[in-house]
């Protein structure tokens, strides 16, 4: 049963070799895709019922057994995000259908986009930091093909600053894991736990710590190693920012989540005070964009960055209603992320621009839009009972209970400015008088309708049914609160 934990990993990868021999065919690839996406939300959950009733899963692969060979560790809070993974590329891949274009397509787009899954996917479930790194390296060699897909000036300024960035990231983050091996002699991440844990409050752990949260930070966007993010997720076609919006960030953040639970968990004053201010401070930054700006694509990419806040805030509290709250947050911001930007994008195609000042009136011609936005707005802001809402209200009650007053005050402020920098852009965009007639609009956005509607009632069963999703999250937010179950499951007597 445990060969079953590497397909999550497998089959996008074997999608995307496929999908690069008949790259001209684009029926067939349209075909493959959507099929492959299928048999991915499938397997992953088969995996999520299986952990959530048989506990923590490990793969031993070659038959070499931890700490020695490399080893995939299933338990709820991987499996959870690689479920969740699989949930939004299908209604995005279904999404590029009729926006990303024939010529994108023709030139391998749908088999990066499947080695960029499959990245993703071995980031969550690896439990070694080295391949985590080469998870990363994955998923970014991908994300360089998308991001600079098609050519476009802006595109290829943008995807050059964008490489530059995670080029030094990764060379911190080898320099990260060399000093981490020097020290404790091993890579597993299990084993590192107990190692870490023998060295103490050593200052070089406490160094290593910290490089790493400068590494993941620069991946995640968090303060003040945000600033490659809203041109890299703001120029790209739609599809592709939506994915990179929804999964992208969510790596650097889970990376953190697991690094600081599982290995950086003795002495925590100096590291999680750090990631408490900057968290905050995060939120600030995220929404003071998103107010400031007037572009709708860059409204939603600021508020990228403010979730990247919110979550963080969960981690730095370090109690298990925090990390709950945090898992939950995470988990609707990756749907609700992706729902936004196909909106957006939706609404791009009929207006024929990102201005707000060229929108006006969209709910004459487009009212499944309008309402699909208007419910998406409030679930990214938190409103009960929608999807955003129990992340949120577990992350305000762990936060009090950890006794950081003043992060859950501006983490309530930084809510109801999410709310007006969107509630602004139904406002503006969808209602007042039209700016163009029927006959005007741009394009027909009926082919981008399905997508949109699959992601936002997803983000609405979140809330709806927050009494399903509940045992999951816990389950998840349990082995960040007692590493040990996690350790003893892949190490069992060979520590």
């Not at 009090?400 to 859950?408: D, S």
Request: charged share 10%; with cysteine.
């Amino acid at each position: 049963m445990s060969n079953w934990l590497i397909l999550p990993v497998l089959v996008p990868l074997i999608a995307g070799i496929v999908a690069l021999f008949f790259p001209k065919h684009v029926t067939a690839q349209r075909t493959w895709a959507f099929i492959t996406s299928l048999i991915l939300i499938g397997v992953n959950i088969f995996l999520l019922t299986y952990i959530l009733s048989n506990g923590i899963m490990t793969l031993e692969l070659g038959g070499w057994e931890a700490p020695f060979g490399i080893v995939l560790v299933g338990d709820s809070l991987a499996v959870l995000l690689t479920t969740t993974t699989a949930l939004v590329a299908l209604p995005i891949i279904y999404f590029s259908f009729s926006t990303i274009g024939v010529e994108r397509e023709k030139y391998y787009y749908y088999a990066f986009f499947q080695f960029l899954i499959s990245g993703v996917s071995g980031a969550f479930l690896t439990g070694d930091i080295f391949n985590l790194f080469v998870c990363f390296e994955v998923l970014l060699l991908a994300s360089y093909a998308l991001i600079g897909h098609g050519g476009t000036k802006t595109q290829l300024k943008e995807s050059f600053n964008y490489v530059i960035v995670n080029v030094v990231s990764s060379a911190f983050f080898v320099i990260g894991v060399a000093y981490l091996y020097a020290v404790t002699g091993t890579l597993n991440m299990a084993q590192l736990s107990e190692r870490v844990g023998e060295a103490g409050s050593e200052p070089i752990i406490t160094v290593i710590a910290i490089l790493f949260l400068i590494v993941f930070g620069l991946k995640g966007a968090l303060f003040p190693l945000y600033f490659w993010l809203p041109g890299s997720y703001s120029v790209p076609p739609t599809a592709i920012g939506a994915i990179f919006a929804a999964l992208l960030t969510k790596v650097g953040i889970y990376s953190i989540f697991r690094t600081y639970s599982v290995i950086f968990n003795e002495d925590t004053a100096i590291t999680h005070t750090i990631l408490l201010v900057l968290s905050a401070v995060t939120m600030i930054i995220g929404v003071i964009g998103a107010i400031a700006y007037r572009d709708v694509k860059l409204i939603l990419v600021y508020n990228v960055i403010v979730a990247v806040g919110f979550i963080l805030f969960g981690v730095a509290s370090l109690n298990s209603d925090a990390f709950v709250g945090a898992i939950y947050y995470l988990l609707h911001d990756i749907v609700i992320k992706a729902a936004l930007f196909l909106i957006i994008g939706a609404l791009i195609t009929a207006a024929g621009t990102s201005k707000l000042s060229g929108m006006g009136g969209m709910i004459k011609h487009h009212p499944l839009l309008t309402w699909m936005f208007f419910i998406a707005a409030l679930a990214l802001a938190g409103v009960p009972p929608l999807g955003g809402f129990p992340g949120k209200l577990m992350l305000v009650v762990g936060g009090a209970e950890a006794g950081h007053y003043i992060v859950v005050a501006v983490m309530m402020v930084a809510s109801l400015l999410v709310l007006y920098s969107v509630i602004r852009i139904f406002l503006q965009g969808f209602l007042g008088e039209p700016m163009l007639t029927h006959a005007e609009q741009h394009g027909s956005i009926k082919a981008q309708m399905p997508p949109i509607v699959f992601l936002v009632a997803l983000s609405a069963f979140m809330g709806f049914g927050a009494e399903i999703m509940y045992p999951f999250v816990e389950s998840a937010a349990e082995t960040l609160v007692n590493p040990r179950a996690y350790v003893e499951a892949v190490l069992g007597g060979n520590s």
